[in-house]
């Protein structure tokens, strides 16, 4: 089995109300939620991303990868920056500097201080 063929059921969406991207097994029971981007809204414009997980036996598949790539398109989308705080996040736009160029915001104090 491929990677692509063992990540066929996992999808990702956003959920407004609990301010973060999710990860869902569609094969699981109720469609579980086995990992997610959490974010803040800070300001007009920006988007603090300040945690990323994923479930321990979902790991080793790149499925982090996957919820950060399209949590981030869908930031830059909706016309936001991406303020990575999270070390996995911040690990993944430098990465990806190509693709994100323009649209990232260095973590300033404000920042965190949104986060208390």
Request: net charge negative; glycine share 10%.
């Amino acid at each position: 089995m491929t990677e692509q063929e063992s990540n066929a059921a996992i999808v990702v969406r956003e959920n407004t109300e609990k301010l973060r991207y999710e990860l869902v097994d569609t094969e699981a029971e109720g469609g579980a939620v086995i990992g997610g981007a959490y974010y803040l809204g800070y300001g007009e414009n920006e988007r603090i991303f300040y945690h990323t997980v994923v479930d321990e036996a979902y790991g080793g598949r790149g499925l982090a990868g996957v919820l950060a790539q399209t949590a981030l398109e869908e930031t830059v989308a909706a016309g936001l920056k991406i303020v990575p705080v999270c070390p996995y996040i911040k690990r993944y736009v430098t990465k990806h500097a190509e693709e994100f160029a323009g649209h990232v915001v260095s973590v300033k104090p404000v920042h965190l201080d949104a986060l208390k």
